[in-house]
């Protein structure tokens, strides 16, 4: 058993959530008079920090930018938070991971609130030891503090721990927390993207991913 502690990131990840972040952002936007008919244009939200996104795509203040957030939200919690749908094969992968004695964890930019009503709409919660995401406030958005908040809270070692996600925040937090990883090619970075942050691994099916661990 290579990895006996499995962190997994979300969207792009475990779930394909494309249709609820890029229609919850194009709300916030439509709120500041910025019309964006191609929901392609706003892909990039998914991964970074929503402040950060409206800020560097969007050249938000940082005031208008929580702002944009806090609408951005506003549709999210009433209906982004169910478009969403499960990556072929994942649940198979987490329940047999789970019945083999890995423990799962979830370290997500995502507020920790709504991770935890998606786990539990797919009835998937009781498979994590530990859900971290971040904060409604807005503090502990950063994934290499959430995964560190992971590590300290559940107390595990870094040997035999692995980071698994679909953008380069992800490796990125696992290189600045010393521990190996996975990036998926079946999300929403590109390979260039994530090769040049040098994972442990890249794979692009939930099979090689199975294979992997």
């Known amino acids: 058993m290579k990895y006996k502690n499995i962190l997994f990131d979300l969207d792009g990840t475990m779930i394909d959530s494309q249709a609820g972040i890029t229609k919850s952002a194009q709300y916030a936007l439509k709120k500041f008079n910025i019309i964006v008919e191609d929901l392609e244009e706003l892909v990039p ?13 969007y ?51 995502k507020p920790t609130i709504y991770t935890e009503q998606i ?12 859900v971290c ?24 070692s870094l040997e035999g721990t692995v980071m698994i996600g679909d953008r380069k925040y992800d490796i990125v937090g696992a290189h600045n927390n010393k521990i190996d990883s996975i990036a998926v090619g079946y999300g929403f970075g590109s390979k260039e993207e994530l090769m040049a942050t040098e994972p442990t691994f890249y794979i692009s099916t939930v099979k090689d991913l199975y294979n992997v661990l």
Do not use: C, W
């Open 45 to 57: 939200f998914i991964g970074p920090p929503l402040k950060n996104s409206f800020m560097n795509y």
């Open 133 to 156: 995401g971040a904060n409604l406030d807005g503090t502990r958005t950063d994934k290499s503090e959430i995964i560190k908040t992971v590590i300290d809270e559940a107390k595990i």
């Open 59 to 109: 050249g938000f203040s940082e005031q208008d930018a929580l702002q944009a957030v806090k609408y951005y939200r506003e549709y999210f919690a009433d209906h982004g938070v169910f478009a969403n749908t499960l990556y072929p094969g994942i649940e198979d992968l987490l329940k047999k991971l789970h019945a083999e004695g890995r423990k799962l964890f979830v370290a997500t930019a």
């Open 119 to 130: 786990l539990e709409g797919y009835k998937l919660r009781h498979l994590f030891t530990y």
